[in-house]
């Protein structure tokens, strides 16, 4: 299983944001593991948000999404699962929804520290991908991925973000 985002300009006016991707970029998605690092106010969320989703929605491929603000996220998923009648307060919240979604095999976490121990837990749940943004991991947090590497978002001209995968050498 994989995904490919094509080699190209990518343009959102709708977020004032242009990113670059100067080669075609091969997402393997079993036993991987992705770090999307870059500067504050960089566009990780960006990337995560109008490309990576996108383009996992488009190949129809299972995931779940935590996304930055955990607060708002929290009371949407109990909403959620109240109205669905899947609400089962014995249960931690996210793995609860984690399991109605049908256990996805791709999680994308933003800014993951805020939901560390969550986190660990959703991993031990058959998880094949991890795409994540966290300035305080390293690949040693994650022995069971075999596949580690880092999406980097930089500058490059105008003010474009240039989108690169690289290995990672993070210990």
Request: charged share 20%; aromatic share 14%; proline share 2%.
């Amino acid at each position: 299983m994989k995904i490919i985002l094509n080699k190209g300009r990518y343009s959102f006016k709708e977020r004032d944001i242009t990113y670059q991707v100067k080669e075609d970029l091969v997402f393997e998605l079993e036993d991987s593991f992705y770090f999307i690092s870059g500067n504050n106010g960089i566009g990780k969320t960006g990337f995560i948000e109008l490309l990576l989703i996108p383009l996992l929605q488009k190949n129809k491929f299972n995931f779940a999404y935590l996304a930055q603000n955990q607060n708002n996220q929290q009371y949407t998923i109990q909403a959620s699962l109240a109205f669905s009648n899947q609400f089962n307060k014995s249960k931690n919240l996210y793995i609860n929804w984690f399991e109605t979604l049908g256990h996805p095999q791709i999680l994308i976490a933003d800014e993951f520290d805020k939901y560390k121990a969550t986190f660990h837990k959703i991993l031990c749940t058959t998880v094949n991908c991890v795409f994540l943004v966290s300035h305080l991991t390293t690949k040693k947090d994650y022995p069971q991925f075999n596949n580690i590497k880092n999406i980097k978002i930089s500058f490059g001209a105008n003010e474009e973000r240039i989108i690169t995968l690289e290995n990672n050498d993070n210990a």
